[in-house]
């Protein structure tokens, strides 16, 4: 399959992500969304570094994939935390602070 | 190729992961805050001694781990400046945590980690270790967002900023990963070698400087990626309202400038490079400025008035890039003003926050109406925290002045006398919004009679900041000597091949 094929499904992948992002409102979601924001920029960087033949992308990936569990830690207790005060998660409902 | 010397080059950063490390073991043993606040006060001291020796031995830029850490004048200067809040913070916080958040230590132990990653973000020359370095930086903030547990304001702030954060964080790599696949290496220095043979009109090249300006618009705030700014300013506790409002847009911008000067983006497509991020600055100043005029509440009002100030900032950069490819020295210039300005906003920013941080928790309220008439009651707080909020609004003869004037001028000399003539009327708007709170601390009537009387720490952090700002106001010219070769240590990479 030539590069391109990668980089195109890539690309949609993160679309969906971004989308994702955007219009849903319940926090795990959104996490979840990120996460395949995040996957999409793994795709592209292995299929990058297989094309180039360069190992720094696959290196990107492992570090990528670590950071992105620790950033689920945090954003989950905070959750947790969230819940425990208010039994709702929704974004929407959050409006003690105004955009 | 790694030696032992690296490790002296890397010294700063170590020594206060170590002193987070003894900060955490101390906060098992004793619950005493004078004790956590004093070890890490006192600690700090091996982190700035490593800074001064690399600096007094400086003899030219120096890279090691791989390339991963460049330690120049630039990086330098930054860290100096992460110290500055580093100390400035321990200070700002020791009565506030005290009386709202029941976990001190942790609350340091955070606070020096994300200077650590602030460090870093200044002083690493490759993409995978500007990632890293963005996210140590990042997570101690989120949960230093959500430490009032007990509010649900507070968490509240902290999920949306995890959120925002990450999803930020998603798209700067995306940008990384195109930048990566352009050239085939995620070495700066590679990165502008590569540059080099690119043409313009590579459309790959402008969506990857998109990704990467619009990543770090949300770490700087920049609009239109500054949505989540005033909601967590005004959810979090006021001390770590105060360090996202210095410390992450110092280090955003940081590692931004490095990306884009260092790695050397601008030698190709730069219109559109130009364009996007004069579109960003001026959309941020007058977003910022007009929003800070209509706020009732003063760290909403402080938050938009951040925005106004990355803004400013804003402009610096894009002079510089506008001249770069024609001359580095002139180009330089435009940096150089910025790292002033940054120093000096990171000083008086600290001290409007402290000033602040007091003044709310004497009255209770975070309302600018329960400031009235401060200046019967408190007087030394009022008055310093006037001045800093004239420095930020670059009212003369203070530092904040010298700061805007040298933007402006490198600005306007390097080709971009528009983006000079809005900020002017910008920051006209903003005489307005500072000068408000500042009526209204010396001339409305109290509410009431009784003196206030600061805790220690709090007066102690904002006459420091005041005089740091004075001291500033009178040194302007050393500091520039310092900036000059910082600036120009980004281009000297470049020049060197």
Known sequence: MPLTAYLIVSAVIFTIGVIGVLIRRNPLI?????????????????????????????MFVFLVLTVAAAEVVVGLALIVSIFRTRHNIDVDEMNVLRG | ??????????????????????????????????????????GLIVPVGFVIAQAVTYTGPRTALF??????????????????????????????LGKYIKAEGEFYVLMLFSVVGMMLMASTGELISIYIALELTSFPLY?????????????????????????????????????????????????????????????????????????????????????????????????????????????????????LVYGGLWQADLTPLIVVLGVVAVLTLILGNFAAAVQTNIKRMMAYSSIAQAGYILVGVVATLTMSQKNHTAASSGIAAVLFFILVYVVTNLGAFSG???????????????????????????????????????????????????????????????????ALLCSIVSIVYYGRIIKVMFFDAPRKEERLVAPISLSTTITLATAALLVLTVIVTVVLDAANPAALSLFASLLGK
């Open chain 1, 30 to 58: 959104i996490f979840m969304s990120i996460e395949l924001m995040l996957n999409a920029v793994n795709l592209s960087f292995v299929a990058l570094s297989h094309f180039l033949d360069s190992v720094d992308g696959q």
């Open chain 2, 1 to 42: 190729m790694f030696q032992l010397s690296d490790l002296y080059l890397l010294a700063p950063e170590i020594s206060l992961v170590l002193l987070a490390l003894v900060v955490m073991v101390i906060d098992l043993f004793t619950k005493r805050r004078i004790v956590i606040a004093t070890v890490s006060l006192v």
């Open chain 2, 67 to 96: 390339r991963m850490l460049v330690v120049d004048q630039y990086s330098l200067f930054f860290r100096v400046i992460f110290l500055i809040i580093a100390a400035f913070m321990v200070l700002a916080s020791y009565n506030y």
């Open chain 2, 143 to 259: 949960a230093m967002a959500g430490l009032l547990r007990s509010s649900t304001k507070s968490s509240e702030a902290a999920l949306k900023y995890v959120l925002l954060g990450a999803m930020s964080s998603a798209i700067l790599l995306y940008g990384f990963a195109l930048l990566y696949g352009l050239t085939g290496t995620t070495d700066l220095q590679g990165i502008a070698q590569s540059f080099k043979s690119f043409g313009n009109g590579n459309l790959m090249v402008i969506v990857a400087d998109v990704l990467i300006i619009a990543g770090f618009g949300f770490k700087i705030s920049a609009v239109p990626f500054h949505m989540w700014a005033p909601d967590i300013y005004e959810g979090a506790p006021t001390p770590a309202t105060a360090f996202f409002s210095v410390g992450s847009k110092a280090a955003g911008f940081a590692a931004l400038i490095r990306i």
């Open chain 2, 356 to 422: 602040i941080i007091a003044l709310s928790n004497l009255t209770g309220g975070e309302k600018i109406e329960d400031f009235r008439g401060l200046w019967h009651r408190s007087p030394l707080l009022t008055v310093c925290t006037s001045l800093c909020l004239l420095s930020l609004a670059g009212i003369p003869p203070v530092a904040g002045f010298f700061s805007k004037v040298f933007i402006f001028t490198a600005a306007w000399q390097l080709g971009q006398p528009w983006l000079v003539i809005i």
